[in-house]
């Protein structure tokens, strides 16, 4: 009987051995990051977008679905020697692609700062190569040999996890999600969010349709290793991000075209980023926020409305996240004049809009009244 998985593994064991067209769209990539690699590798990987862009300086970097590795030794050339990449695979055709030519490119991209490991993207904390090590010693002949494997898998989930928690600060995936089966779709998605660390991101580009898949298609095994059947629904996509925790989710391409359509749903290629960091208490802090536009007013992940040109109050943390990407350039802060300490902060309602009086953050008691400028200066057309 043909699985999910059993068809994503002979259908990239394939893809390992003889390059296979229809498991990819095309991409572009920045060529300069592309000259270390062999034409092996480069004809033998597979995806539908470039996360790469994305990559920062010294990241560690998690590839899940990393395959033959092009994506990983381009991360790696971006995050630079002081970053580290894993690329995390579950097809032992592919690692073994990617492994022949580690050293080779390693010398080209003159540092060496990539691993790939053994893995099922939605089960990050089991190390596949430490569990064919537990088997070879102890194999399973029946039902309480089984018994035991599972509590084998469990003991080296705790004590030595393929991705520890807080781990990474940004994981890239290329067309690898949609091939999970259905039933572990939720778990990959916190398996994303546990392993980042608080301040880190994702991004990553899959294929997404616009209808719901019908059943008879994902039960068609070549459709599903395919990168077809399996696909999210674009605004289900988007949502799975949101259930895990994740914020700031932004889709940052969406093919105009479509790849393929089947029966009349229509299955593109998009890339989507999303955050961590919104944990932690909602301190009062006097803080307010004014949102620039365009529009009227916005409402963020947690609820909270901003209402163009309006202070609004925020807690202390949802005044820091409204600084950093992807808001950056969104918001005006409005700091108190008088700072509260935080082990002086009290507890912040967070629900709602509720606009922050000004004088609030200036202080009831503020009567300062400054110098009347004069008259405007010729030499600088300032008043």
């Known amino acids: 009987m043909t699985t999910y998985e059993s068809a994503v593994r002979e259908r990239y064991s394939a893809g390992a051995e003889a390059c296979q067209d229809s498991l990819c769209c095309a991409t572009s990539y920045d060529p300069k990051y592309l000259a270390v690699l062999p034409q092996e590798i480069l004809e033998k ?26 994506i990983c030794w381009i991360a790696a050339q971006i995050a630079g020697p002081e970053g580290r990449v894993i690329g995390v695979d579950m097809n032992h055709d592919m690692l073994a692609l990617a492994k022949k030519h580690h050293a080779e490119i390693a010398a080209r991209v003159g540092h060496d700062t990539v691993e790939f490991r053994r893995g099922m993207i939605q089960d990050l904390r089991l190390d596949l190569d430490l569990l064919e090590a537990e088997l ?22 705790m004590t030595r996890p393929l991705i520890a928690d807080s781990s990474v600060d940004v994981i890239l995936s ?37 209808e ?5 298609m994902q039960r068609d095994p070549e459709l599903w290793s395919g990168c077809i059947s399996g696909a999210f629904r674009e605004d289900l996509f988007l949502k799975a991000f949101e259930d895990a925790g994740f914020h700031g989710v932004e889709i940052l391409s ?6 393929r359509t089947v029966q009349g749903i229509e299955f593109r290629a998009m890339t989507v980023r999303a955050f961590k960091g919104k944990e ?45 990407a992807p808001y950056r350039g969104l ?16 507890t912040f309602g967070c629900a709602g809009a509720e606009r922050r009086p ?7 008691d503020y009567d300062a009244t400054t110098a009347d400028p004069g008259s405007c200066d010729p030499a600088t057309g300032c008043c």
């Open 212 to 216: 719901d898949v019908p059943e008879e």
């Open 174 to 210: 290329n067309c690898v999600l949609n091939l999970v089966r259905p039933a572990d779709k939720r778990q990959l998605f916190q398996e994303m969010y546990r392993v980042t660390r608080t301040g880190g991101r994702v991004t990553i580009a899959d294929i997404v349709c616009d």
């Open 254 to 259: 969406r093919n105009d075209k479509p790849w």
């Open 45 to 70: 990987d597979y995806g539908c977008g470039d996360p790469t862009p994305f990559v920062e300086r010294g990241d560690v970097v998690l590839d899940l679905g990393s395959g033959a590795g092009k």
């Open 136 to 157: 070879a010693g102890h194999p399973v002949t029946g039902a309480d040999a089984w018994l035991r494997l599972r509590d084998a898998e469990q003991e080296l989930r």
């Open 331 to 346: 918001f005006e802060a409005v700091e108190p004049r008088v700072e509260i300490p935080l082990d002086a902060a009290g």
């Open 280 to 324: 932690g208490p909602c301190l009062e802090r006097h803080q307010a926020v004014v949102y620039r536009g365009p529009f009227r007013k916005v409402f963020d992940d947690d609820g909270h409305v901003y209402h163009r040109g309006e202070r609004m109050a925020v807690c202390d943390k949802t005044y820091r996240l409204l600084q950093q």
């Open 358 to 364: 000004p004088r609030v953050t200036k202080g009831v």
